[in-house]
């Protein structure tokens, strides 16, 4: 081997070095976004940041006259590479609310904070777990205009991904048609992400039956038998939903894996409180439609020309005791 030829070890010690640099293009475009972040509403619910009613727009500008608006680009994924799977038993420091009414959803949906009480003026009604890069929530916001839409994603560049693409197309659609009322644009403005575990704390967020959509698209097949348990679909965790999902409410699944799918109908076959909705309610369902084609891991298993098993469920009433 020559003098020069890099070891292996070198080539690690140099991708370590690279991510470290303070001059790497990566970590320049990621403090940048950060910034950015901050000055354009940033959603993490850490308390003690959180104003208990926030703030309307105009005060928010008011108060911030002297902080230049930055100049706002669609993020670049490159610059967010993160593990493709985070393990859901970890701790991960996650924050959340200690029950629903603590959440301030107001710093996520600014528009629709109504200027009397400070307070969103609606509830967030559909939920997608395991938002990945967003796709989903992207296509349901202008065909579910009037209501809010919340994706939850257990990894933190993924999530900051997400955050920075819907600031973007929020700014970029700032000149949009405006509502009437308020003479503002709400393109985007219906939707956002939070980093949470939704194994863990999806009561912490919402309120018996307050959802009417629940959407788990391609989530992570965990392969081996003894992975099984971090499914995202269990009996336990199907408790949890039938308790945040309204009665007539339906969960969405969609998958490319054949055995993950199985798994999935199973699970929700043997749960009371979910019944399987037909082939021919599915090919009539927007919903159905924009969930088969608009998700970034849908779009990969779309160009690897793979099979997409799909199975939505109603919520039904509770039985009588
Ligand atoms: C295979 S990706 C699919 C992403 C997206 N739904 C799509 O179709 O493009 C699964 C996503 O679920 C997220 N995830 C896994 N477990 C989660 C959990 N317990 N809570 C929230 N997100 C989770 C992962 O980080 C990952 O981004």
């Known amino acids: 081997m020559s003098q020069t030829e890099p070891t292996s070890d070198y080539g690690v010690l140099a991708s370590l070095n690279k991510k470290n640099d303070p001059n790497s293009r990566r970590r320049q475009y990621r403090e940048v976004q950060e910034t950015n972040r901050k000055v354009l509403k940033h959603v993490r619910i850490d308390e003690s940041t959180v104003i208990p009613a926030a703030l309307p727009e105009s005060e928010y500008k008011k108060k911030n006259r002297n902080t230049p608006e930055p100049q706002i680009e669609l993020p670049k994924k490159r610059f967010y590479r993160q593990r493709a799977h985070s393990n859901p038993f970890s701790d991960h420091r996650l924050e959340y609310p200690k029950k629903p009414s603590m959440m301030d959803w107001g710093r996520l949906y600014p528009a629709y904070i109504d200027e009397s009480t400070g307070r969103v003026d609606r509830n967030v009604e559909i939920a997608d777990i395991g938002c990945g890069y967003g796709g989903l ?69 919402f309120e018996k039956s307050q959802l009417k959509k629940i959407f788990f698209c391609f989530p992570d097949p965990h392969f081996k038998q003894r992975k099984h348990k971090a499914r995202i679909v269990t009996n336990t965790l199907l408790s949890e939903y039938a308790f945040v999902l309204a009665e007539g409410g339906i969960i969405y699944t969609i998958t490319d894996v054949l055995d993950l799918h199985e798994w999935m109908v199973k699970h929700l076959d043997e749960h009371p409180l979910f019944e399987r909705l037909s082939t021919e309610w599915e090919e009539q369902d927007k919903c159905v439609a924009i969930m088969r084609e608009s998700t970034e891991e849908g779009k990969k298993v779309a160009r690897n020309k793979g099979s997409k098993y799909v199975a939505c469920y109603k919520r039904l009433p509770n039985p009588e005791l």
């Open 137 to 205: 929530m992207i296509d349901l916001a202008p065909a579910f205009p009037d209501t809010l839409i919340l994706g939850m994603e257990i990894r933190v560049q993924v999530t900051q991904y997400v955050e920075d693409r819907i600031i973007a197309l929020r700014k970029h659609n700032a000149d949009a048609e405006s509502d009437s009322q308020t003479n503002k644009s709400m393109a985007y403005q219906n939707i956002n992400v939070i980093r949470g575990n939704a194994m863990k704390f999806l009561p912490n967020f």
